[in-house]
């Protein structure tokens, strides 16, 4: 088993930046493909960015390429997301996710999940 948990969430004013950090514990952690979705509220959880086990290969949603950057440090078994140039549609809770099975977008293919961390975009 997996146990994520994300942070670094908060406040934020349009065309500023926000770091989040999920930190993993249980199972390998380099044995998984890490993704990030947020979901605004009263909407779906969509696709944000994934990373491949070793961290060579990343896949970004187009509302998010080139302002967001996924990255991996397995020796401390923690995931990123560097969110810059954020927009008031960034607004939403932003959850950290492990898939056993390779780097995909959809929901399902995600084994195991963090409890969420907010982002507020102002504008």
């Known amino acids: 088993q997996v146990q994520l948990v994300e942070s670094g969430g908060g406040l934020v004013q349009a065309g500023g930046s926000l770091r989040l950090s999920c930190a993993a514990s249980g199972r390998t952690f380099s044995s998984y493909v890490m993704g990030w979705f947020r979901q605004a509220p009263g909407k779906e959880r969509v696709f944000a960015a994934a990373?491949?086990?070793?961290?060579?290969?990343?896949d970004y949603a187009d509302s998010v390429k080139g302002r967001f950057t996924i990255s991996r440090d397995n020796a401390k078994n923690t995931v990123y997301l560097q969110m810059n140039s954020l927009k008031p549609e960034d607004t939403a809770v932003y959850y950290c996710?492990?898939?056993?099975?390779?780097?995909?977008?959809?929901?399902?293919?995600?084994?195991?999940w963090g409890q969420g961390t907010q982002v507020t975009v102002s504008s």
């Open positions: 990373i491949s086990w070793k961290g060579g290969n990343t």
């Open positions: 996710a492990a898939s056993s099975q390779g780097i995909f977008r959809s929901v399902s293919r995600y084994d195991y």
